[in-house]
């Protein structure tokens, strides 16, 4: 049997992991984003939005297979 359970419930309410993992990727994504903007690096990016959902999705697949463990 796996250690990690298969849903997240906060307040009775069940959450599947990917959407635990998603929400924790676009709030560390956003955290990324605001210390590049704050040094002023996301200037050298073509297209900044594009670069957010990506980090996003790298965010989302890191803290979904280490820590959730979807």
């Given at each position: ?12 309410v ?8 998603s ?6 994504t956003?955290?990324?984003?605001g ?5 002023r690096?996301a ?8 670069v957010?959902v990506?980090?996003?999705?790298i965010?989302?697949g ?9």
């Amino acid at each position: 049997m796996s250690e990690f359970p298969h849903e997240f419930f906060i307040a009775d309410v069940y959450m599947p992991p990917l959407l635990v993992a998603s929400v924790l990727g676009i709030l560390a994504t956003s955290v990324t984003v605001g210390q590049l903007e704050k040094r002023r690096l996301a200037r050298y990016f073509f297209y900044p939005p594009l670069v957010y959902v990506a980090l996003a999705v790298i965010y989302t697949g890191v803290i979904g297979i280490f820590i959730v463990k979807v």
